[in-house]
């Protein structure tokens, strides 16, 4: 099967530091003579390097974690969570593969933290403190050229279901656009199970039927253009958001390309807490500098055949594709819901020997992406495979119902298998044009 360019059958187709509050205690000498760590010496680097992209205020963390009083009290907190390597957040197997945003932290830190917890949590001297991380308020990004919102906020309902929903946004853009980085910010983020944007270029004629500016979902479509447009494209996706995912940053020289005119599709994911809500989410977009020498394109292995059993608590699901052309993989992004377990990337050889590139313990509250820290150049004709492994059984703590066949939807309570990948490929390529193969007509997505 080739791979498909498109289809995420709907998916997704398919994240005060006070110097004035030091505070200087007195470092006691343990026994055997060694000095415990210290808080601004040896914690808040580790902290900054680490911990603040999330535990600052304004982002998904619960609480912060940047000044000597913020950490002091939670340190036995502190020293579990990283011993048990629950934090930073990181679900790749060690053995396959090397990642640019692993955020985790080595033994000797974990070591040098739980030490510090031991020792009551001293402060040390404020004076050999590292300056503090320079953030952009509101953003994990440079401060962004442009910010896209969606024009309305989508009003959302205090229980029940919510299908995905869309709202067109017009760039505004008149001229080409090459994006370095780009990060999704929902308004109201507990809501938000996920965001994909997808870049709609204006000779496109998805959803050319559907209102702009205003939210709408795939049964408000009275043509059925418009209702197979809101499951189906072979548009570029600019990128996908789930909560703790990170912002795309593209190395020098590569970037996605936005057409002047574009529009940008916000294809939501709503879910309900109990009570009324409200989302508007937006874009921030930084842009390259210069034209890049190679253009990004998200592209995806999906497997949406499948009908994992009830109990089955191993349940395989595969898919494969040979890349038409050559292309330099940069990174993943796996998708599935709850009964996700594990997702692997290979690349299956001459002999059907598999090279695991990346092996996920997934976790579906955790849906992160893995950037490759050497990307790799592929050649026309690897074969890449994704595999997905299930757990229905009652064992799975968050199987909403271990009795049911499970097949693709899009809700939760349903499946998914979608892995989806970058490339770096020649900057004249789009996808479509990407996916001829030399001497051959281009697959239908
Ligand atoms: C990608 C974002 C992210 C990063 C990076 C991160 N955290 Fe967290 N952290 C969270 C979120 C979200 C929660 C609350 C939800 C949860 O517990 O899973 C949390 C919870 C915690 C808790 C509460 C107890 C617990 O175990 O859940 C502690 C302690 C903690 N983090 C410490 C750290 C430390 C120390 C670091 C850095 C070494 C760190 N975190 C890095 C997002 C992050």
């Known amino acids: 099967m080739p791979l498909k360019i498109s289809t995420l059958a709907t998916a997704i187709v398919l994240v005060i530091f006070a110097a004035a509050h030091a505070r200087v205690t007195r470092v006691q000498v343990k026994p055997n003579g060694v000095t415990p760590p210290v808080f601004y010496r040896d914690l808040l680097p580790i902290l900054q390097q680490h911990c603040q992209s999330c535990h600052r205020s304004g982002e998904i963390a619960p609480m912060p974690l940047v000044s000597y009083d913020d950490v002091r009290s939670r340190a036995h907190e502190i020293a579990i969570a990283v011993a048990k390597r629950k934090m930073p957040p990181w679900f790749a197997y060690p053995r396959f593969g090397h990642f640019s945003n692993d955020p985790s932290l080595t033994e000797a830190e974990i070591q040098k933290i739980v030490a510090w917890a031991d020792a009551h949590a001293p402060a040390g001297d404020a004076q050999d403190a590292p300056p503090p991380r320079e953030w952009v308020q509101g953003w994990n990004i440079s401060q962004p050229d442009v910010i896209v919102k969606m024009p ?7 229980h029940g279901d ?7 946004a017009p760039t505004g853009f008149a001229e080409d656009k090459w994006v370095q980085m780009s990060e999704i910010r929902p308004s109201s983020r507990e809501n938000v199970h996920h965001a994909v944007v997808y870049i709609r270029p204006p000779d496109s004629k998805w959803l050319r039927h559907a209102p702009v500016g205003v939210p709408f979902t795939a049964s408000d479509m009275t043509d059925e253009d418009s209702r197979h447009g809101a499951h189906w494209t072979d548009s570029d996706i600019l990128l996908v958001y789930a909560p703790g995912s990170s912002p795309d940053n593209w190395p020098a020289g590569m970037a996605k390309f936005v057409p002047a005119g574009s529009d940008l599709v916000f294809q939501m994911h709503y879910t309900t807490h109990g009570h009324a809500a409200s989302d508007q989410t937006g874009v921030g977009i930084v842009f390259a500098n210069k034209p890049p020498t190679q253009r990004v394109i998200t592209l995806q292995l999906t497997n949406d055949h499948f009908v994992i059993p009830p109990g089955a608590d191993n349940y395989r699901v595969e898919a494969r594709g040979t ?11 796996p998708h599935m819901h709850l009964r996700g377990k594990q997702f692997d990337y290979n690349i299956v050889g001459a002999s059907g020997n598999i090279e695991t590139l990346l092996r996920v313990n ?6 992160l992406s893995y950037r490759l820290a050497e990307p790799r150049l592929l050649k026309a004709g690897t074969m890449l495979q994704a595999v997905a492994l299930y757990d229905n059984s009652r064992n799975n703590l968050h199987n909403p119902d271990p009795d049911a066949s499970v097949r693709w939807g899009d809700q939760t309570y349903d499946e998914m298998m979608v892995g989806f990948f970058d490339v770096a490929v020649r900057p004249d390529l789009d996808k479509w044009k990407y996916f001829i193969r030399p001497g051959a007509q281009p697959d239908k997505p």
């Open 152 to 158: 309305k906020p989508v009003a959302l309902p205090a």
């Open 162 to 168: 919510i299908e995905y929903t869309y709202e067109i």
């Open 323 to 333: 890349l038409p052309n050559d292309a330099t993989l940069l990174s993943f992004f």
């Open 362 to 367: 997934y976790d579906f509250y955790w849906q």
